[in-house]
């Protein structure tokens, strides 16, 4: 069973930052590809920014290069540094650890968990 605790959320002005951590338990983290989920009101959940077990990085359009993934391993937690945020940045955050395995067909999920969610709101 694996755990994924969230922190660093808060009330932050348009133009701050924030950086949220994902703390992972209960597994092994180096096998999880891990990501950024964020859901607000009335709106389906998506995809902010996602970091494979190679240390490649994508992330959604809106990004636009005011976010930054990444991982560290050893402790084992990911990390979302979010710059010049905007009103509409402003949802429940949440983490994913999935556990995808590549095979000659192709690369699968075999299951994935998420955190509990952490508010980040963006207002003057």
């Known amino acids: 069973q694996v755990d994924l605790v969230e922190s660093g959320g808060g009330l932050v002005q348009p133009g701050g930052s924030l950086r949220l951590s994902c703390a992972f338990f209960g597994g092994r983290f180096d096998l999880y590809h891990m990501g950024w989920y964020r859901q607000a009101p009335g709106k389906q959940r998506e995809m902010v920014a996602e970091?494979?077990?190679?240390?490649?990085?994508n992330y959604a359009d809106f990004v636009q290069g005011r976010f930054t993934i990444s991982r560290d391993n050893a402790k084992p937690t990911i990390y979302l540094q979010m710059n010049s945020l905007k009103p509409e940045d402003t949802a429940v955050y949440y983490c994913n650890a999935d556990r995808r395995r590549t095979y000659p067909s192709g690369t699968y999920s075999e299951g994935d968990y998420w955190g509990q969610g952490i508010q980040v709101t963006v207002n003057s």
């Open positions: 970091i494979t077990r190679g240390m490649a990085t």
